[in-house]
T-cell receptor, first 113, second 115 residues
Framework: AQKITQTQPGMFVQEKEAVTLDCTYD???????LFWYKQPSSGEMIFLIY????DEQNATEGRYSLNFQKARKSANLVISASQLGDSAMYFC??????????WGAGTKLIIKP | DAGVIQSPRHEVTEMGQEVTLRCKPI?????LFWYRQTMMRGLELLIY????????DSGMPEDRFSAKMPNASFSTLKIQPSEPRDSAVYFC?????????????FGPGTRLTVT
C-alpha cells in the first residue's frame, strides 16, 4: 500500500539556518509525483514544490528544494536561509490512484529569532 | 485568477442542525476534493469528484454527510444532523487531473464548530 512517513513531529531551527524536513514514501508504482505543502498558523494550505519520479534533477522553487533520492524512497524538503515566516506545518504528499494524494502526518517547524 | 473559494469561513451551530459548506473550484479544473482536518486525525479525504461525478466517497464518515457537485463551478458538503465530533476545518481543493503534476490548490477552509 502507498504510504508517506514524516518522522519529525516538530523541529526548532535558528533563523537563517538551512532546514531539512524528512519524508519517506512507499509505492510500487513506477510513475508517481511528490509534493510539499505549507500550512501556516492562519490555516491555509499552500503548495510549495513538486517532483516527478522520472525527473532527473531535484526540483527547486526559490528557497525551497526537494532532495529526491529515488533508491532510498525519500523526498526531503530543504529550506535555505530560513526566515521567521517559515514557521508552519509542512506536509509531504504523494500521488495515488484516481489523481488523489496520500498525505503524511506533517512536521511542525518553528524558526527561532 | 481567483483561487478556490469557500464559504462560510467560520460556522458555529448547535448539535442537530443542518450545515452546508460551499466551494467554488478554480476555473478550468476538473477535479474537486473535500478534506477534513482535525488535530487528532490530521487531514482526511472525504470525497473526490472528477468532471462533476463522485469517484471516491469512501472517506465520508457516515450517512449524515453528503456532497454534491451540480456543475463544474460549484460543490456543497452537507452535514445533517451535525454533531460535536464534526467540529473541524473543512477544506475544498481542486486540480486539473490528466496532467501529471496535478498539485491540488486549496481553499481557505471552513472552520466548523458544533456545540
Amino acid at each position: 500500500a502507498q504510504k508517506i512517513t514524516q518522522t519529525q513531529p516538530g523541529m526548532f531551527v535558528q533563523e537563517k539556518e538551512a532546514v531539512t524536513l524528512d519524508c519517506t514514501y512507499d509505492t510500487s508504482d513506477q510513475s508517481y509525483g511528490l509534493f510539499w505543502y505549507k500550512q501556516p498558523s492562519s490555516g491555509e494550505m499552500i503548495f510549495l514544490i513538486y517532483q516527478g519520479s522520472y525527473d532527473e534533477q531535484n526540483a527547486t522553487e526559490g528557497r525551497y528544494s526537494l532532495n529526491f533520492q529515488k533508491a532510498r524512497k525519500s523526498a526531503n524538503l530543504v529550506i535555505s536561509a530560513s526566515q521567521l515566516g517559515d514557521s508552519a506545518m509542512y506536509f509531504c504528499a504523494m500521488t495515488a490512484s484516481n489523481y488523489q494524494l496520500i498525505w503524511g502526518a506533517g512536521t511542525k517547524l518553528i524558526i527561532k529569532p | 485568477d481567483a483561487g478556490v473559494i469557500q464559504s462560510p469561513r467560520h460556522e458555529v451551530t448547535e448539535m442537530g442542525q443542518e450545515v452546508t459548506l460551499r466551494c467554488k473550484p478554480i476555473s478550468g479544473h476538473n477535479s474537486l476534493f473535500w478534506y477534513r482536518q482535525t488535530m487528532m486525525r490530521g487531514l482526511e479525504l472525504l470525497i473526490y469528484f472528477n468532471n462533476n461525478v463522485p469517484i471516491d466517497d469512501s472517506g465520508m464518515p457516515e450517512d449524515r454527510f453528503s456532497a454534491k457537485m451540480p456543475n463544474a463551478s460549484f460543490s456543497t458538503l452537507k452535514i445533517q444532523p451535525s454533531e460535536p465530533r464534526d467540529s473541524a476545518v473543512y477544506f475544498c481543493a481542486s486540480t486539473l487531473a490528466g496532467v501529471f503534476s496535478y498539485e491540488q490548490y486549496f481553499g481557505p477552509g471552513t472552520r466548523l464548530t458544533v456545540t
